[in-house]
């Protein structure tokens, strides 16, 4: 049972990951992020079956952090599409030096 | 703190007119400061109407911009062809002041040597070298070096020709150099000059001789070059200052092996030391030799002679004072200084004599072909310096700074008589507007008739450098020659091997080769007597009616001179020519300094010739000499030369000897030219330009540049890339973790 949930969830996090990498869309890549966040506890929650409650006490933790991050991240994004009328993320690069 | 000198208690000059020996430099240097200031000055700013600028560029051959603002400072005064040619006629504005502080200074340090002299002799015998410390100068450890001068014997004897040669040339110097706009530049040299000079003889260890070696190197520099705006002159100052180096790169060594050997360089403490040094042992033997190739430098003897024939290129009174009768002799003083090194290296002082004799011979053979009447005395002095140095090898120290007065006194004379001649045809050729050479004496003959003092006393000096008795050239170099021939017989040198020849042999071959050079010395000498004063006049016609004797204070210091010339053998007269206690004034003179290394040399006996041995040897000498003048009376044809401009290439070995055995082209194509390229092209494009410029300073400029770049295109700003690489990281991290 716990093999299979490990494998589910690092077939979910490797999705997010490519994602994230290939993708240039800062929304698609904001829920490939999410998509990876609940992959990894999906895998706290498939332990906490097997060694006891402590996961899913980090599973509660995770969730509220990725709640607010999502608030924050979306209107980051937000934010951005109202500056360069895009979210491509090519287009963005002002990190730049 | 000059005032505040110890003397070592007890000594008798102590508080005679001794005491005030720093005041001998001190004055030349305080003429040098006086008159170096006077040459900041400007010699006269030459407005735009000057008449005399269309002469200045006229003089220049016409070189662009020269006229434009002509400082007539010192830039427009050379402009000749040849050293002495043609300069602007410009009198400084404080050339009275300049004349005055020049040979005053001069007079005033000889007048105190004479003091110092008398003071002296007042004492009878001294065995001590009295000692003046005045600071110490580098104190290390166990190097102690101080400050001091040293009187004795031989640096008062020195003190009195530098200071007494250098007044006359001083004042012959006021009336030789009166148009020059340099004036006070020239006097400021010549007096720095007699400082560093008197600073060498009297220092009392090798660091402060080794002071005054180089300042008079440094003037002897400044005065070649000192119309410095012809190149050739520039360039003789160089050559000379870079030879000199090549030789001063040996005495240095001497210093360090003495210091690293004996622990003191003063010249008492290296005396009193030296004798325990094993005798003829490879060390002493080392450290003379390596003194040597500094006196070859300084007295331009083989292989270091090169500098001193171009050297002519300065002022006339140069020649004569640093050239002729002062600076170049420092290597015979130092060799008499050093004599107990050198009496206990008896191939090492062979070495001298050999140098010394081929140098006579080989210099005296280039001057029986040069036209140009400075280069004749110039080669004459290269060989009359082997001569001293034949006479010093052979540990005959006294003999070679006989040789040494006497040369200082007619070879002063030739050369200002010389500078007289010059001064003269210059002055022709200079109303005339004549560009010829005014040294050359295919362009002189018959100036007799022109010039009589000139002429009676170079007849003077001629005959005593070809020691004709009763002139002061005869003594001299009789004794050297004498001394040889017998110390070939019976002396440590003789004992001695020379590169596995046995040493008389070599004293036997030294004596032909100075008998050889004494032959060939009156040749040349009389041949450039009779070139330039006998036979009809080659000037021009024009020229002929300006040619004049020079003023009195040019022709007053020649006749102090003549007599000097005439009767300075008196000095040393063998016991044969002796009246009244006049015998060997000046071996006993010297003897507290080099007597005792003399007697080294000679098994401790006096070497006395049998009578008929004696008759032998002054008879050849004076046989040769005059043969020699025959020779050049009957085969010369004064009135067969033609002028300069129309005179024919000479051919054959005549060529060679014009152009000097062609010794400056392989010195060129030997040394300068590998030096150059190794220079060039090693040193300076591939050390500087390739490693210190291309892989130091720009290549560490383009790693830095290269490591940005990169930097730069990893910083993309682009969030996928960042996150390419995250996770790229987290795989090989987590593979590296996997694969342990």
């Known amino acids: 049972m716990l093999a299979e949930a490990l494998f589910f969830s690092a077939v979910l996090f490797t999705i997010g990951v490519i994602g994230v990498l290939t993708r240039r869309n800062a929304i698609i890549i904001f829920m490939c992020v999410e998509l990876m966040l609940n992959a990894v506890n999906l895998t706290f929650v498939a332990f906490s079956r097997a060694y006891g409650a402590a996961g899913q006490i980090f599973v509660f933790f995770a969730m509220t952090v990725a709640a607010a991050e999502a608030a924050v991240g979306l209107a980051i994004i937000i934010a951005l599409f109202r500056h360069k009328q895009t979210v491509n993320l090519q287009h963005i690069n002002i990190l730049k030096g | ?740």
């Open chain 2, 1 to 740: 703190m000059l005032l505040q000198h110890e003397v070592l208690p007890g000594h008798p000059l102590a508080g005679t007119a001794a005491a005030w020996m720093w005041l001998l430099p001190l004055l030349p240097l305080l003429g040098f400061v006086i008159n170096g200031l006077l040459s900041l000055i400007p010699a006269t700013v030459l407005g735009p109407s000057d008449p005399d600028i269309a002469h200045g560029a006229d003089g220049a051959h016409g070189e662009a911009g020269h006229g434009e603002h002509v400082h007539a400072l010192d830039t427009a005064d050379a402009h000749g062809a040849h050293g002495d040619d043609h300069h602007v006629v410009v009198r400084h504005r404080f050339a009275g002041l300049a004349t005055f502080v020049g040979p005053v200074v001069l007079a005033a340090s000889f007048a105190l040597a004479v003091a110092m002299f008398l003071a002296m002799r007042g004492l009878g015998e001294m065995r001590e070298p009295f000692v003046q410390t005045y600071f110490s100068w580098m104190p290390a450890g166990a190097l102690q070096i101080n400050a001091a001068f040293q009187l004795d014997q031989l640096s008062m004897m020195m003190v009195l020709i530098i200071t007494g040669v250098g007044t006359l040339i001083h004042i012959f110097s006021v009336g030789y150099m009166q148009d020059d706009p340099g004036y006070p530049r020239f006097f400021a040299y010549l007096n720095l000059f007699v400082a560093f000079m008197l600073v060498l003889v009297l220092g009392a260890s090798y660091p402060v001789l080794f002071v005054g070696w180089e300042g008079v190197g440094l003037c002897s520099y400044l005065l070649i070059g000192f119309w410095f705006s012809d190149k050739a002159n520039a360039d003789a100052g160089k050559k000379a200052f870079i030879v000199n180096r090549i030789g001063d790169f040996g005495l240095l060594i001497a210093m360090f092996l003495l210091f690293a050997n004996l622990g003191t360089l003063d010249f008492v403490g290296v005396n009193a030391a030296a004798t325990k040094f094993a005798f003829g042992g490879a060390l002493v033997t080392t450290i003379c030799l390596f003194m040597f190739l500094g006196c070859a430098g300084k007295s331009a003897q083989i292989p270091l002679y090169i500098w001193l024939p171009d050297a002519m290129a300065g002022p006339t009174p140069v020649s004569a004072l640093i050239h002729a009768a002062t600076m170049v002799t420092a290597g015979v003083y130092l060799i008499a200084r050093s004599s107990t090194l050198f009496s206990m290296a008896p191939v090492a002082s062979l070495t001298v004599a050999v140098v010394g004799a081929v140098t006579a011979l080989f210099a005296a053979t280039i001057g029986l072909k040069q036209w140009d009447i400075k280069k004749v005395l110039a080669y004459s002095t290269v060989s009359q310096l082997g001569y001293m140095f034949v006479g010093v090898g052979v540990g005959a120290y006294t003999a070679g700074m006989f040789h040494l007065v006497t040369h200082a006194f007619f070879k002063a004379l030739l050369f200002l008589g010389s500078g007289s001649v010059i001064f003269a045809m210059h002055a022709a050729y200079h109303h005339t507007g004549n560009h010829d050479d005014a040294q050359d004496m295919r362009n002189m003959g018959g100036l007799r008739a022109f010039m009589p003092w000139t002429w009676i006393l170079m007849w003077i000096a001629t005959l005593a450098i070809s020691g004709i008795p009763p002139f002061s050239g005869f003594f001299s170099k009789d004794e050297i020659l004498g001394s040889v021939f017998l110390r070939a017989r019976e002396s440590t040198l003789a004992d001695a091997h020379w590169l596995g020849i046995p040493g008389s042999a070599v004293l036997y071959a030294v004596y032909a080769l100075g008998l050889a050079a004494a032959l060939l010395t009156a040749i040349y000498m009389t041949r450039m007597m009779l070139y330039t004063f006998h036979g009809p006049n080659r000037s021009g016609e024009e020229e002929r009616k300006h040619l004049v004797e020079a003023p009195w204070t040019m022709t007053g210091p020649l006749v102090i001179l003549g007599v000097l010339s005439a009767i300075g053998g008196w000095l040393n007269l063998p016991h044969f020519a002796a009246f009244a206690g006049s015998e060997e004034m000046l071996g006993h003179w010297l003897e507290p300094v080099v007597g005792d290394n003399q007697l080294r040399v000679t098994l401790g006996r006096i070497p006395e010739a049998a009578g008929n041995t004696e008759t032998f040897l002054i008879g050849a000498a004076v046989a040769i000499a005059i043969l020699g003048i025959l020779i050049a009376v009957v085969r010369l044809k004064p009135a067969r030369l033609v002028p300069k401009a129309q005179s024919p290439e000479e051919q054959g070995f005549e060529r060679v000897l014009l152009d000097k055995y062609y010794v400056d082209e392989a010195y060129d194509r030997v040394v300068v030219e590998p030096t150059v390229g190794l220079s060039r092209g090693v040193l300076w494009k591939g050390i500087d330009q390739g490693l210190i410029d291309g892989v130091l300073v720009n290549g560490s400029a383009k790693l830095a540049r290269g490591l940005g770049g990169v930097g730069s295109w990893l910083q993309s700003g682009q969030v996928g890339t960042y996150a390419w690489v995250l996770v790229v990281g987290v795989l090989a991290v987590l593979g590296a973790f996997t694969i342990r």
